[in-house]
């Protein structure tokens, strides 16, 4: 049902929203291949970093919030996911930053 819904989100041309959802049910690959399989003008990796640097701000925040109130484990887990949406910008950086 989901894969419909951003086939939806493509046609309308709402290209974010179609990438956010990928990022959100876990399709990274699927979010990557889809930025880099379309109109460079469009500046579908920079969305696709912005959103991945949103989400490791958001996580961020969240694991120091739960620190502040000495929920240690359930913090950790909010840094291991702010870790890897890090990781994973660079590594879209890493991996397009010669390619224009």
Do not use: P, W
């Given at each position: 049902?989901?894969?419909e819904e951003i086939l939806l989100l493509i046609k309308e041309?709402?290209?974010?929203?179609?990438i956010k959802r990928y990022v959100d049910i876990g399709k990274?690959?699927?979010?990557?291949?889809?930025?880099?399989?379309?109109?460079?003008?469009?500046?579908?990796?920079?969305?696709?970093?912005?959103?991945?640097?949103?989400?490791?701000?958001?996580?961020?925040?969240?694991?120091?919030?739960?620190?502040?109130?000495?929920?240690?484990?359930?913090?950790?887990?909010?840094?291991?996911?702010?870790?890897?949406?890090?990781?994973?910008?660079?590594?879209?950086?890493?991996n397009h930053s010669s390619k224009n």
């Amino acid at each position: 049902m989901l894969e419909e819904e951003i086939l939806l989100l493509i046609k309308e041309n709402k290209h974010k929203e179609a990438i956010k959802r990928y990022v959100d049910i876990g399709k990274y690959a699927k979010a990557e291949e889809f930025c880099v399989n379309r109109d460079k003008s469009l500046g579908l990796l920079t969305t696709l970093l912005t959103i991945y640097f949103e989400q490791y701000e958001d996580n961020k925040e969240r694991y120091e919030r739960l620190i502040e109130e000495k929920q240690i484990t359930k913090g950790l887990e909010f840094k291991d996911k702010a870790n890897r949406f890090r990781e994973m910008a660079l590594n879209v950086m890493r991996n397009h930053s010669s390619k224009n």
